[in-house]
């Protein structure tokens, strides 16, 4: 069973627009989310991150909003640019427990249309 | 630092063969994961190690599949006899600490026909 869900397997957002990826989580000892960016034929690159004690991050275009009741967390791009199409995935882990291993959700792929 | 390398970045083989992927991970980290990507699971953890030890391989699919990691800047990961539905990309990944996140290397495409 997915502990990590992104039930968007694509989306398309005119450039310039926001671009807004889910993300729903049901292990609730998870306390660190994470977003990675992958083009084709690379590897996943770490994009942005949030501890469960916060419920925004921010960095330039890049915004995680995390909600801890809802086991949800969302990645708002804005504005979004066509150099941002690629596969976005959703992760997390339970820091400093024996399960000390990052959980990938199966990733949403973006086309950020000219 | 060059990042974590791993080798071939694509592999064709035949149904029965033995392959095997290398990895590198960036010098003091102590944690080193191997992932699979396909299309119906994303991203798989198949099997991770913390200071050369295997602490989990729950996710390694069968006893096709075995990993190793003998020294701290070398680790490989076996599929012996391989099949068609092992074909995927496997990444290798690692890190100072488990839980905060990792660098990927590039990934070895890996197709058994």
């Known amino acids: 069973d997915q502990q990590v869900k992104q039930n968007s397997p694509s989306l398309s957002v005119q450039e310039g627009r926001i671009s807004i990826l889910n993300c729903d989580y049901t292990n609730s000892m998870f306390d660190y989310f994470l977003w990675y960016k992958k083009y084709p034929a690379e590897g996943p690159t770490f994009l942005i991150s949030?501890?469960?004690?916060?419920d925004k991050n921010e960095d330039g275009r890049f915004t995680v909003f995390l909600n801890k009741s809802a086991k949800h967390l969302s990645l708002h791009i804005v504005p979004s640019q066509p150099g941002d199409s690629a596969v976005y995935f959703c992760?997390?882990?339970?820091?400093?427990?024996?399960?000390?291993?990052?959980?990938f959700g199966p990733g949403t792929s973006l086309s950020v249309i000219p | 630092d060059a990042g974590v390398i791993q080798s071939p970045r694509h592999e064709v083989t035949e149904m029965g063969q033995e392959v095997t992927l290398r990895c590198k991970p960036i010098?003091?980290?102590?944690?080193l994961f191997w992932y699979r990507q396909t299309m119906m699971r994303g991203l798989e953890l198949l099997i991770y190690f913390n200071n050369n030890v295997p602490i989990d391989d729950s996710g390694m699919p069968e006893d096709r599949f075995s990993a190793k990691m003998p020294n701290a800047s070398f680790s490989t990961l076996k599929i012996q006899p391989s099949e068609p539905r092992d074909s995927a990309v496997y990444f290798c990944a690692s890190s100072l600490r488990g839980g905060y996140g990792y660098t990927f290397g590039s990934g070895t495409r890996l197709t058994v026909v």
């Open positions: 992760a997390a882990s339970a820091r400093g427990t024996s399960y000390d291993k990052v959980i």
């Open positions: 949030i501890s469960s004690i916060k």
């Open positions: 010098s003091g980290h102590d944690y």
